[in-house]
């Protein structure tokens, strides 16, 4: 007879987990207003305003007012973007949001790239500090979530003790980049997928540079990325000449081992210094916002011709 009571004490306690799971607490701020408090937290404030007035009615006042120092119950929402843009340690698996404070900033533009999911590979080679291929990559992603995507950056490794942490070959850090895609991958599985890597060389924003786009000779969807984004290159280029239709593919074996372990189709864009005259290659003044808005569009016409043919 003890069982009955014993089973709904269990019950009601994972009924309240649950809940608590579903949303967390979040202090209301000077000047917070609720469509100010849930961009802050990532969400879109008119998907889930009737949501948050349901959780937190009774400290709300006036209808839509409010408290400062009062915690409201904020919904754990999948299309929340501290969910649809992270960034992934590659060597754990562990996740964290790629934006805090530009949240508020953010609001979602349409939803273009719903059914798209994007791994961002970032390499500065020479110039760490210089941090330009980082700040791109970062652009990018927050264009993609803007429009629907589920963006992932791998590449910014920051070891615990760097004095005691031998840093990584290669061919390890590629092995990590594949467990943590091809895991993801299957996660995703029935979506459209793309790896881009993104290495630049001793770059300078403003300077003249060349850029170069790369794809693995054996995959046909990773070809056609490569061509999208070469081809808006092309248009926006600096330089009058004439480029040749040149299919630059990849010849290094740290990117062959890549691109032959990795499930999703791939493709590498470099970019460095300007320093000869080169029809493989292709001159942009490298203004950041206006790099980071061609290379959206080659992006989103590569997933739109693909939904077109289809």
């Not at 069982?3 to 309240?16: E, H």
């Not at 100010?36 to 006042?61: A, C, M, T, W």
């Not at 590979?121 to 970062?138: H, R």
Request: include cysteine; hydrophobic fraction near 40%.
């Amino acid at each position: 007879m003890r069982l009955m009571p014993t089973l709904f004490f269990w019950v009601c306690a994972c009924s309240v987990i649950l809940a608590q799971e579903d949303h967390y607490t979040v202090v209301a701020q000077p000047g917070d207003g609720i469509f100010s408090l849930l961009r802050k937290q990532g969400l879109d404030p008119v998907k889930h305003y009737e949501e948050f007035i349901k959780l937190n009615s009774e400290k709300i006042k006036n209808g839509s007012l409010l408290q400062v120092g009062v915690g409201y119950e904020v919904p754990r929402a999948k299309d929340s973007f501290k969910k649809t843009g992270v960034v992934v340690q590659s060597k754990d698996g562990v996740e964290e949001p790629i934006f805090d404070s530009e949240l508020a900033q953010m609001s979602l533009k349409s939803e273009t790239l719903k059914n798209a999911v994007y791994y961002l590979i970032v390499e500065d080679k020479k110039d760490i500090n210089n941090g330009y291929a980082k700040g791109v990559t970062e652009s990018l992603a927050a264009e993609l979530m803007v429009h629907g995507a589920q963006v992932y950056i791998l590449g910014q490794e920051i070891p615990d003790s760097p004095e005691l942490v031998e840093p990584l070959t290669e061919m390890q850090q590629m092995g990590n980049y594949i467990e943590a895609i091809n895991k993801r991958y299957i996660q995703n599985t029935g979506k459209y997928q793309r790896v881009i890597v993104i290495r630049a060389v001793d770059v300078i924003a403003g300077s003249n540079t060349d850029v170069a786009v790369y794809h693995y000779n054996k995959s046909e969807q990773g070809q056609r990325l490569a061509n999208n984004i070469e081809n808006v290159f092309k248009k926006n280029s600096v330089s009058n000449r004439t480029y040749e239709d040149v299919h630059l593919i990849f010849e290094d074996k740290e990117n062959l081992y890549l691109a032959r372990n990795i499930l999703p189709a791939i493709s590498l864009i470099t970019l460095e210094n300007a320093s000869k005259k080169s029809k493989e290659k292709i001159a942009m003044q490298l203004d950041r916002k206006k790099f980071v808005n061609v290379l959206t569009n080659g992006i989103m016409n590569d997933y739109v011709d693909l939904e077109i043919n289809e």
